[in-house]
């Protein structure tokens, strides 16, 4: 292989490189009957709302497949939707693969991102404390413990942010 040849084969592989990690991949299904509309929007954050970036359109087996596109070094937020029933959110680095395993009532599973995971855990955790209805004192200290452990164990990752972000109640 003469030097020019090498330099094309260098250059073609770093170009490659460089636009693989431009992407992460969700690939999910349905556990029960998919949503009537056979479409889920995935939706990014903006501001104080959500704003919808596109459409992924369900096969007829209940099963999904989205490319989305993140900057290597800059995660990201994203939310699947039916209607307005979030079924799932995701925080996904460049070249993360995740798969997603949902139901129409807003159940979730997810695998393949430790900070999909977390973040999932973390969701769950809030939902719980909101429907235990009033919290006791303790109840609410063992929360706001745990939750600042979490940030403090995990500071360098994106999960945290909804942490922070997060609300008992309404006032």
């Keep these: 292989m ?11 592989c770093a170009a490659v490189a460089a636009v693989s990690c ?5 690939k999910g299904a349905f ?15 903006q501001g104080q709302d959500l704003k ?23 995660p990201e937020f994203f939310y699947l939707y039916s209607g307005d029933r979030k079924l799932s959110s995701l925080v996904l680095s460049c070249g993360d693969r995740v798969k997603v395993e949902c139901d129409t009532l807003g159940a979730w599973q997810v695998e393949g991102s430790q900070d999909c995971a977390m973040l999932r855990e973390n969701e769950l955790d809030l939902a719980a404390q909101m429907a235990s209805g009033e919290l006791t004192y303790r109840q609410f200290m063992d929360y706001y413990r745990k939750m600042v452990r979490f940030v403090l164990a995990n ?15 309404d006032t």
Excluded at 2 to 12: K, T
Excluded at 22 to 26: S, W
Excluded at 31 to 45: G, L, Q, Y
Excluded at 156 to 169: A, R
């Design 52 to 74: 919808t970036i596109d459409s992924i359109a369900i096969d007829k087996s209940g099963k999904f497949s989205y490319r989305a596109k993140v900057k290597k070094g800059q």
């Design 22 to 26: 431009e992407r992460a991949v969700i």
């Design 155 to 169: 500071s360098h990752s994106m999960t945290v942010v909804p942490v922070l972000y997060s609300k008992l109640w």
């Design 31 to 45: 556990t029960d009957a998919a949503p009537a509309s056979h479409v889920i929007t995935v939706r990014i954050p």
């Design 2 to 12: 003469n030097m020019r040849n090498f330099r094309f084969l260098c250059l073609l």
